[in-house]
C-alpha cells in the first residue's frame, strides 16, 4: 500500500503558507520528513492523519482517499502527535484499553494481550498502574508511542517522537519502529537529521511548506560526496566567507567558526574535503539553495 | 514605580483580551433585561425604576455574574503559572507587595469596570420607549450609581479579593473555574441554614449580596416608601458590607502572606520519584512481539465502544473533586432544608412521598442546573483541556459515537444523582418514623416529571458548547438561555408549548388523584421537544472541532462531509417524529380543542363586554329554585346535568327578555336550552353563548317559570393547558359550570394594561360601598341568592358523589352508583358537587346535626382533630350567633391542585395538603386543622347565613368575622401561647402584604377585592384586639343582632330594605355595644389605616419589700395614620394600652392592665406582688405596631 500526497496546499487564516504544493509517494518502510522548526511538517502529517482540512490537492492511500474517508484511514492510523496530553488521574493500562476499545478492539482478551504487550514494549510495564499525571516527560512520550501501536496500525504517523527520550529508550523506539515498518507506511518527523539516515529507507527534506528534497538518504548523500569543504576561520572573517562561499553550516569549535561550504570544485584557500553528512545534505536544502535564507 | 507598572500592565493587558469585552457585553444586555427576569414584585403601583428594585436587581446581578469575578479575578496570579511564565516573572527584582498589590488592583480597576456595565445596562433597560410611562417613576441616574457603589463595588471587592487569594494560592485553573459556582452554592446553603424568621437578622449580615438585608431595611414599606426611598448604607447593611470588606481584606491578607516567589513548590509527586528511578533504565524483562487483533465494526462493536466511552466519562466526572463538592452542598442542603416540611400555617406535613419528592427537586434543581452547564463544558472540552485531543481526534470513532458517549455519560451522572435522591427520600422518611415509601411515586416523579428537562438542558448546554465553542461564554450563555426558557416567557400571547421550549411541566402530584390524564400530554410534548433537542444535538455534532481549529463558518463547510449516513438515517427519524407527534399535539389543542392565544382570549373578553354590558343591570328573574341529575364519569372527564332552574321575578314590573349565558367553554354542549313559556331565542350574540329569550308575555311581578337545559361536559382529546374540573378521582365543581342569568362580569378581561390595549377603562375593584346597584347581588352576582335545592348525583360505582342536603336515597343502578339529596331548607345559591373513592367518619353534634368527614384511604392523620373543630364550632357559633339551618355538615377531601378549603352550604371541600396530612405536633404547632376547620364552619354563618352584598366591604363580613369566630372557638380549647402565635402570623402576613399593595390600602370595613392581607391578616388581629376592649360577650351580642336582622333567610331588614349588607350596616352593631370611651377603637380598627409605634425607652425595679416591687418604666407612644396618597402622618395619642409585667423567668403576667396613655412619653410606676423580669407597653402585641420586639424589655434592679 502506498501513500500518494499529490500537489497538497494549505494556507493558514493569517496568510502562512504551512503547505505549498507538496507531493510526494510513499511506500512501506520508514520515511523520513526532515525540516526546520516551522517548516510546515506537522501540518502535513495532521492533514495526513485527518486532523485538518487541506485547501487544495489529494492525499491517497492505496485506493483511500484520505481527505474524505476520514473513518477508514482513523481505522488503520497510528498517530503519536508532537504535542498531547494525557488524563493525569488515569493509569496508562487504563487509558490504553480504554483508546483500545475506541480503536474498535472490542475482544477483551485480544486488547488486554495488546495492551500488556505495548506496555511492555515501551517499557511501561512497571507503571502501568501509576495515575498518568505522575508521569515524567519521558514516560508521557513513551505512552504517546504505546497508544500510536494499538490496533497493528498500517499507516503510522510519529511527530518528533523521540524528543524527551533518553537515548536508551530512543533507540528501543527506533527500533520497534523498523520492526513495524516492515508492514507498514511509516511517516517520522524530525529535525534530528541522524534519526534519519539511520532508520529511512526514505526521506524528503521540507521547508515553508515546499518539499526541497526527496528520495533515498544515502542517494542524497553520494549526491554531494566530495562536495562539501570545511575549514577553521577567524570570527571576524565569517561575514566575507558567507558572500563568497555557499556556507551551509557554521559552527564554533573551542570558540573559533568552523564553516561547512559546498562548492563542485575545491575552493582551496586552506578548506579540506570532508565526508558528506546527511547533515550536510539537510543544510545544503535548507540554507545552500536559498541564501536569502542563509543569514 | 514597579507597582504603577504592573497596575497599568493589567489594565492593558485586559483592554486586549475579547473576554473582558464578552463579560462587558453580557452583563450589559443581560441588565437591560434583568428586572423583567429577577423581579418577583408586582408592578405596577410599584415601579420598576423604583430605588428598591433597582438596589435588589443589583444585588441579584453581582450574585449571579460571580463566576466573571472569579475569571478576572482568580487568573490575576495564576495566569503566569498557567502559561508558564513564573520562572520569567519571578527572577525580575520588584516586591511581592507590588507584584500582588499591582495585579489585584489592576484586576479588580477592570471588573468594575466590567460591572459598570450593570447600572449602564439597567438605566437603558429602563428608558427604552416600549415602557408605559405611568410605570415608571422620573429618570433619576442617582438611583442607578448609588447602589452600584454601595451594593455592587464592595460586594466585587470582597469576592475578588477571595477569588484572587484563592486562585493566586491554589495555582490551579479549575479552581478558579469552579469558585465562583462554588461560592453560589455556599451562599445557597448559608442562606437555608439561616432560614427561619428568628435568625433572619443574623442571615442578612451573613449574606453578601444584600438580598436579606434589603429585605429587612425595606420589609414593612409600602409602596410609596419603596418608590420614593433610596437603601441608603445603613443599619443592617451597612454592617454587612463592613463585614464583608473585613473579610476581603483579611483574606488578602492572608494571601500576602502565604504567597512566595517560587515557582516549583516542594510537594513531591506522591509516593512515585521513588520508583521512577529505579525502574527509568531497566531495560524489559522480555522483548515481547506484539500481537495481532481484530478490529470490530459494525453495530455491536459500535455498541460497545459507545457503552464503554460513556462509562469512562461517567467515572472521570465521579472522579472530580468539584463534583463531590458539589454533591456534598447539594446533601448539606437537603439535611437543613428537609426537616422544613412547613405548610403556609407552619406546621410541618406528613413526609409523603410526593412532598419529600418536591422539597428534593426544589432544593437541588440548582445543582442538577449547575452540574449540567459545568460538566456539559467539562466534558466538551475533556480532550483539549488535557491537550489529548491530537489523540482521540485520530480515533476511528465516529464524531456522533464521541458526543453521545459525552452526553450518555453526563446522563448516567445525573441518573445517579436522582437515585441518590430517592434513597436519600426514604431514608428521611425512615427517620421521620413514616414507612409509607411509595416507589413508584419516586421513580414517575424523578424519572418521568423530571428527567426530560433535565435532558432538554442538558442538550442545550451541550449545543451551545459546541456551536459556541468557548467554555466560559458557554456557560452563561447557557446560564441566560435557561432562564429564558424556564422562567415562563413573559410576553403573553405565546404561550403553546409547540412553540415554548420543552413544553409545560408534568404538574402536581396527589395523593388522589396521583399525575391524573396529565401524563398523556406531557409525554407527547415531552417526545416532540426530545426530537426537536437531539436534532440539534446532531447539528451541533456535525459542526463540532475536530482537528485542527478553524473558524465557525468552515466548521459549517466541513459539516457537509461529516454529515454520515447514520446521522442522515437518525435525522429523517427524528424529524418524522417531530412532525408527526407535533401534528398530533396540534390536532388535540388546536382541532379536537380550541386553543386561543392569550390575545384571541382577551380580544374575546374584550368585545364581550363591549358587547353585551349594556345588559348588565337588566332586571333578570331570580333562581329560587335548582333541581337537576349529575350523571359523572370521571374516568373519562365527562357529565352531564339535567334538569331545570325555577327563575321568579322579584321585582315588581314584568320581564320580557330572558338573558342566559352558557359556559364559555368549548368542552360544554347544550342538547336543550328552553324556557317553558312561550318565547323565541334572539340569536344574536351567540359568539359569546349569550342567549336572549324573548317571551311572548312578559313574566308578571312574583311570577314564576321554569328554566330547562341539558348540558354535557366532554373535552376531547388533550389541550394545552391543564383543565382539572372532572378528574379520575377527585371531581370538584361548582353551580358556575352552569348556565348563568344576564351578563357576566367575571367574564370581563381583568388585566388593567390588557384592558387599556383593548380600548378599555380600568376595572375598579369592588363596587362602592353604597352602589346601590350592587347592593341587591352577593355571592351569585344576583341571579338569585337563595334557593330550595335538590340534586340526583350518578357516579362510577366505587365513588362516592356528594352535593349539599340530606341524603334522600343512595342507589346502584346500571353499575353505577347513585345519590339523591334534597337541602333541609333554603340555601345560597352556591354549591358544590364531588366525587371520588372515599372513606367515611361519621358523628353527630347534639343528635341533632350530622358531621361527615369524606377522605381519601391513607389520610387519616387529623380526621380528631376536623371533628371536633366541627363539634366545637358548632358548640359555639349556635349557642352565640344563631341556630344551624341543617341537618350535615360534611368535609370533603378534594386534590391539592385547589390547595384551599372552602365553604359551601353544608359542605366544606378541603384540600388534601390542607389539614389532611399535616403532621401537628400539639407541643410546638398551633393546630389548624382544627383552626381552618372553625373557619370554614364560622362561613356557614358569615358567608351563609349572612351573605354580604357585592361591594367593598364585602370580606370584612365574611372572611374576617370568620376569622374572629374561628379565633374564638379556636381560644376556648388552646392555651394563650398558640393564640399569640396565631396572631402574629396573621399579623406579620398583613404587614407584609401591604408591602405589595398594587392600588390603595383599604380601611378594613372597605376592604377591596384581592387584599386577602387585609381580611384575613388584618381582620384577624384587629377584630381580636377590638374584644379585648369590648369584651368577647359584647361583640357576639353585635353580630347576634346582626344575623337576627340582616340573615338572607329570615332577617328583617334584610326582608324590608331588599338588599344584602354591608360593613356600613354591621359597624353601627358594634357602636351600639361600645362604650363612649372607646368608640374610637372602631375608628382606628375598622375605619382607617391606623398604626402605633409602641417602645419601652427603660424599665427598671426596685424591691420594697418581700411582696412589694416598684416597677417604673418609661414607654414611648405615639400613633399615625394613612392617608389617601398612602402617606403615614402622625395623629394624636389618647387611647387606652396595655402595660404589662411578667414574673422573672416566667412568662406568667404579673399585671396587665389598660392604661390611658395621652402623650408621646409616659412615665409609669407600678406595684407587683412578686419578682418583674420583663415588661413594657403592649405586651401581647395586640396593636399595630410595625416593629414589635422593642415593646418589652427586661427590667434592672435599680
Same mark, same amino acid.
Given at each position: ?295 | ?357 418536591? $422539597? @428534593? ?5 440548582? !445543582? *442538577?442546573?449547575? =452540574?449540567?452547564? %459545568?460538566?456539559?463544558?467539562?466534558? /466538551? ?56 415509601? $411509595? @416507589? ?5 416523579? !424523578? *424519572?418521568?416529571? =423530571?428527567?426530560? %428537562?433535565?435532558?432538554?438542558?442538558? /442538550? ?64 407527547? !410534548? ?5 426530537? %426537536?433537542?437531539?436534532?440539534?444535538? /446532531? ?660
Amino acid at each position: 500500500m502506498e501513500l500518494i500526497i499529490n500537489n497538497l496546499s494549505k494556507t493558514y487564516s493569517n496568510g502562512v503558507k504551512a503547505l505549498n504544493g507538496v507531493s510526494l509517494e510513499i511506500s512501506k518502510g520508514m520515511f523520513g520528513l526532515l525540516g526546520p522548526n516551522g517548516a510546515g511538517k506537522s501540518s502535513l502529517m495532521r492533514t495526513i492523519a485527518t486532523l485538518q482540512e487541506a485547501d487544495q490537492g489529494t492525499v491517497t492511500l492505496g485506493e483511500i482517499d484520505v481527505l474524505k474517508q476520514k473513518d477508514t484511514v482513523r481505522k488503520m492510523l497510528g498517530y503519536l502527535p508532537q504535542e498531547f496530553g494525557v488524563y493525569p488521574k488515569v493509569s496508562a493500562e487504563v487509558l490504553l484499553n480504554h483508546l483500545a476499545v475506541l480503536k474498535g478492539i472490542s475482544h477483551k482478551n485480544e486488547r488486554k494481550e495488546i495492551v500488556q504487550a505495548l506496555l511492555h514494549k515501551t517499557n511501561l510495564y512497571e507503571h502501568r498502574k501509576k495515575n498518568l499525571g505522575g508521569y515524567s516527560g519521558g514516560m508521557k512520550q513513551r505512552f504517546g508511542i504505546a497508544q500510536a501501536l494499538l490496533a497493528n496500525p498500517s499507516l503510522i504517523i510519529v511527530d518528533e517522537p523521540t524528543a524527551g527520550l533518553d537515548p536508551a529508550e530512543r533507540n528501543r523506539f527506533y527500533n520497534l519502529l523498523s520492526e513495524l515498518g516492515e508492514q507498514a507506511v511509516v511517516i517520522l518527523s524530525t529535525h534530528i537529521v541522524d534519526d534519519v539516515k539511520e532508520l529511512c529507507t526514505d526521506m524528503a527534506i521540507i521547508n515553508s511548506g515546499q518539499v526541497l528534497y526527496k528520495g533515498n538518504p544515502k542517494e542524497a548523500i553520494t549526491q554531494l560526496e566530495g562536495k562539501v569543504y570545511r575549514k577553521t576561520i577567524a570570527k571576524d572573517e565569517l561575514q566575507g566567507y558567507k558572500q563568497e562561499y555557499r556556507v551551509i553550516a557554521e559552527r564554533f569549535l573551542l570558540g573559533k567558526p568552523i564553516i561547512h561550504i559546498l562548492s563542485d570544485i575545491h575552493p582551496q584557500n586552506g578548506f579540506e574535503s570532508i565526508p558528506t553528512d546527511l547533515e550536510d545534505v539537510y543544510f545544503s536544502h535548507i540554507f545552500g539553495n536559498l541564501s536569502t535564507l542563509a543569514n | 514605580m514597579m507597582f504603577l507598572e504592573i497596575f497599568k500592565f493589567e489594565l492593558k493587558y485586559r483592554a486586549k483580551r475579547a473576554d473582558t469585552y464578552i463579560y462587558f457585553l453580557a452583563l450589559f444586555l443581560f441588565s437591560i433585561i434583568a428586572v423583567d427576569f429577577l423581579n418577583d414584585a408586582p408592578l405596577g403601583a410599584l415601579k420598576r425604576n423604583a430605588p428598591i428594585i433597582i438596589a435588589r436587581t443589583m444585588g441579584i446581578i453581582s450574585a449571579l455574574f460571580m463566576m466573571i469575578s472569579s475569571m478576572i479575578m482568580g487568573v490575576a496570579v495564576l495566569r503566569d503559572f498557567d502559561h508558564g511564565m513564573e520562572s520569567l516573572m519571578f527572577i525580575n527584582p520588584f516586591k511581592k507587595r507590588d507584584y500582588l498589590l499591582g495585579r489585584f488592583l489592576g484586576s479588580l480597576t477592570v471588573l468594575i469596570l466590567i460591572f459598570c456595565a450593570v447600572p449602564l445596562g439597567m438605566m437603558l433597560g429602563d428608558l427604552l420607549p416600549w415602557h408605559e410611562p405611568n410605570l415608571l417613576l422620573p429618570f433619576n441616574s442617582w438611583h442607578y450609581i448609588h447602589p452600584f457603589i454601595t451594593i455592587v463595588i464592595p460586594t466585587l471587592f470582597f469576592g475578588g479579593a477571595i477569588f484572587f487569594v484563592s486562585g493566586t494560592l491554589s495555582r490551579k485553573l479549575i479552581v478558579v473555574y469552579t469558585q465562583g459556582i462554588l461560592f453560589l452554592m455556599i451562599y445557597i446553603v448559608s442562606l437555608q441554614l439561616v432560614k427561619g424568621s428568628e435568625y433572619l437578622y443574623v442571615a442578612s449580615l451573613l449574606e453578601p449580596f444584600t438580598f436579606q438585608s434589603i429585605a429587612i431595611i425595606a420589609q414593612y414599606w409600602t409602596i410609596v416608601e419603596q418608590n420614593n426611598t433610596l437603601i441608603s448604607l445603613e443599619g443592617v447593611l451597612l454592617y454587612n458590607r463592613l463585614i464583608w470588606i473585613g473579610i476581603g481584606i483579611i483574606a488578602l491578607g492572608i494571601g500576602y502572606y502565604r504567597f512566595q516567589f517560587i515557582a516549583v513548590r516542594d510537594r513531591a509527586r506522591k509516593g512515585f520519584q521513588v520508583s521512577t528511578k529505579k525502574q527509568e533504565f531497566s531495560t524489559p524483562k522480555r522483548m515481547t512481539v506484539i500481537p495481532s487483533i481484530t478490529q470490530h465494526t459494525g453495530y455491536i462493536a459500535t455498541c460497545k465502544s459507545f457503552i464503554k466511552h460513556s462509562l469512562f466519562y461517567y467515572r472521570s466526572i465521579l472522579k472530580e473533586v468539584s463534583f463531590w463538592a458539589i454533591v456534598i452542598c447539594a446533601m448539606s442542603i437537603l439535611l437543613i432544608s428537609s426537616i422544613n416540611l412547613g405548610t403556609a400555617f407552619g406546621v410541618d406535613s406528613y413526609p409523603t412521598s410526593y412532598i419529600i419528592i418536591g $422539597e @428534593l427537586i426544589e432544593n437541588t434543581a440548582i !445543582f *442538577f442546573l449547575l =452540574i449540567i452547564i %459545568f460538566y456539559s463544558g467539562e466534558l /466538551i472540552w475533556k480532550e483539549r483541556d488535557k491537550k489529548m485531543q491530537p489523540i482521540y481526534d485520530a480515533l476511528p470513532i465516529s464524531d456522533s459515537l464521541n458526543i453521545m458517549s459525552k452526553f450518555l455519560g453526563l446522563m448516567l451522572v445525573l441518573t445517579s444523582l436522582m437515585i441518590a435522591m430517592i434513597i436519600a427520600g426514604i431514608l428521611f422518611q425512615t427517620y421521620r418514623g413514616y414507612y409509607l415509601y $411509595e @416507589l413508584d411515586v419516586y421513580f414517575t416523579s !424523578f *424519572f418521568i416529571a =423530571i428527567f426530560p %428537562f433535565i435532558f432538554l438542558i442538558s /442538550i442545550v448546554s451541550f449545543f451551545f458548547q459546541i456551536v459556541i465553542n468557548h467554555k466560559f461564554v458557554s456557560h452563561i450563555v447557557t446560564v441566560i438561555v435557561v432562564f429564558a426558557i424556564t422562567i415562563p416567557l413573559k410576553v403573553k400571547g405565546l404561550d403553546h408549548g409547540l412553540y415554548t421550549f420543552g413544553g409545560s411541566d408534568l404538574g402536581g402530584y396527589s395523593d388522589m388523584n396521583g399525575y391524573g390524564h396529565f401524563l398523556t400530554p406531557y409525554l407527547w !410534548f415531552k417526545t416532540y421537544w426530545s426530537a %426537536f433537542a437531539l436534532l440539534l444535538l /446532531i447539528g451541533a455534532t456535525v459542526i463540532s472541532v475536530r482537528g485542527t481549529k478553524v473558524s465557525f463558518l468552515k466548521r459549517l463547510k466541513q459539516g457537509k462531509l461529516r454529515f454520515t449516513r447514520p446521522l442522515q438515517k437518525a435525522s429523517i427519524v427524528l424529524i418524522v417524529i417531530l412532525i408527526g407527534s407535533g401534528s398530533f399535539i396540534f390536532y388535540n389543542t388546536n382541532i379536537l380543542n380550541n386553543y386561543s392565544f392569550s390575545s384571541t382570549e382577551n380580544t374575546y373578553r374584550a368585545s364581550y363586554e363591549k358587547e353585551l354590558k349594556q345588559f348588565e343591570y337588566l332586571p333578570q328573574p331570580k333562581i329560587i329554585d335548582v333541581h337537576l341529575t349529575v350523571e359523572l364519569y370521571p374516568s373519562e372527564r365527562k357529565y352531564s346535568a339535567e334538569g331545570y332552574f325555577i327563575l321568579k321575578n322579584t321585582y315588581d314590573h314584568p320581564i320580557r327578555e330572558i338573558h342566559i349565558q352558557e359556559l364559555p367553554s368549548d368542552d360544554v354542549q347544550y342538547e336543550y336550552l328552553t324556557i317553558d313559556k312561550g318565547s323565541s331565542i334572539n340569536s344574536k350574540y351567540k359568539e359569546f353563548k349569550y342567549h336572549i329569550f324573548e317571551l311572548e308575555t312578559p313574566l308578571q311581578s312574583q311570577d314564576s317559570l321554569y328554566f330547562n337545559f341539558k348540558q354535557v361536559f366532554a373535552p376531547k382529546g388533550f389541550t394545552e393547558g391543564k383543565e382539572k374540573v372532572i378528574v379520575d378521582n377527585g371531581t370538584f365543581f361548582t353551580n358556575f359550570h352552569f348556565p348563568t342569568i344576564g351578563y357576566q362580569n367575571d367574564i370581563e378581561l381583568e388585566n388593567t394594561d390588557e384592558r387599556l390595549k383593548q380600548g378599555l377603562t380600568p376595572q375598579n375593584g369592588r363596587a362602592a360601598i353604597d352602589d346601590f346597584r350592587y347592593l341587591t347581588t352577593a355571592r351569585a352576582n344576583g341571579d338569585g341568592e337563595e334557593i330550595h335545592f335538590e340534586m340526583i348525583m350518578g357516579t362510577e360505582i366505587d365513588q362516592t358523589a356528594i352535593a349539599p342536603g340530606s341524603l334522600q336515597k343512595e342507589w346502584i343502578e346500571n353499575g353505577r352508583h347513585y345519590y339523591h339529596y334534597k337541602a333541609d331548607s333554603q340555601m345560597s345559591n352556591f354549591y358544590t358537587m364531588l366525587s371520588a373513592q372515599y372513606e367515611l367518619v361519621k358523628d353527630q353534634w347534639n343528635s341533632s346535626i350530622d358531621l361527615e368527614i369524606y377522605y381519601h384511604k391513607g389520610h387519616e392523620y387529623n380526621l380528631d382533630r376536623m371533628m371536633h373543630g366541627m363539634k366545637k364550632s358548632f358548640d359555639y357559633f349556635n349557642t352565640v350567633l344563631s341556630p344551624y339551618a341543617y341537618r350535615q355538615m360534611r368535609i370533603v377531601e378534594v386534590p391539592n391542585y385547589h390547595s384551599k378549603a372552602q365553604s359551601y352550604p353544608t359542605t366544606v371541600p378541603f384540600s388534601e395538603d390542607i389539614g389532611f396530612i399535616l403532621d401537628i405536633d400539639d407541643e410546638e404547632d398551633v393546630d389548624m386543622a382544627f383552626f381552618v376547620t372553625a373557619h370554614e364552619l364560622a362561613h356557614q354563618w358569615w358567608g351563609h347565613q349572612i351573605n354580604p352584598a357585592n361591594v367593598q366591604g364585602k370580606s370584612m363580613i365574611s372572611e374576617s368575622l370568620a376569622q374572629y369566630g374561628a379565633m374564638m372557638v379556636f381560644q376556648k380549647e388552646f392555651s394563650n401561647e398558640k393564640v399569640r402565635q396565631l396572631l402574629a402570623r396573621e399579623k406579620e402576613r398583613y404587614l407584609k402584604g401591604r408591602t405589595q399593595e398594587n392600588e390603595q390600602e383599604m380601611p378594613l370595613y372597605l376592604v377591596d377585592r384581592n387584599q386577602q392581607y387585609i381580611h384575613y391578616g388584618k381582620g384577624l388581629v384587629n377584630l381580636y384586639a377590638f374584644q379585648d376592649y369590648i369584651s368577647e360577650d359584647s361583640v357576639n351580642l353585635a353580630l347576634k343582632r346582626f344575623i337576627e336582622d340582616w340573615n338572607s333567610f329570615d332577617g328583617i331588614k334584610k326582608s324590608q330594605t331588599d338588599k344584602y349588607p354591608t360593613t356600613k350596616d354591621l359597624l353601627p352593631y358594634f357602636r351600639e355595644v361600645t362604650p363612649d370611651s372607646l368608640q374610637y377603637t372602631i375608628t382606628d380598627l375598622f375605619e382607617t389605616v391606623t398604626f402605633y409605634k409602641n417602645k419601652t425607652t427603660s424599665a427598671t425595679y426596685d424591691k420594697l419589700s418581700d411582696h412589694q416591687y416598684q416597677v417604673s418604666l418609661e414607654i414611648e407612644t405615639s400613633k399615625f395614620r394613612q392617608d389617601i396618597d398612602g402617606q403615614e402622618n402622625g395623629i394624636p395619642i389618647n387611647d387606652w394600652i396595655d402595660i404589662g409585667i411578667y414574673a422573672k423567668d416566667s412568662d406568667e403576667l404579673l399585671y396587665l392592665k389598660k392604661h390611658k396613655i395621652t402623650k408621646q412619653h409616659t412615665t409609669l410606676e407600678i406595684i407587683v406582688g412578686q419578682e418583674p423580669g420583663n415588661a413594657g407597653v403592649d405586651p401581647m402585641n395586640k396593636l399595630m405596631d410595625k416593629d414589635e420586639n422593642d415593646n418589652i424589655m427586661i427590667l434592672e434592679k435599680k
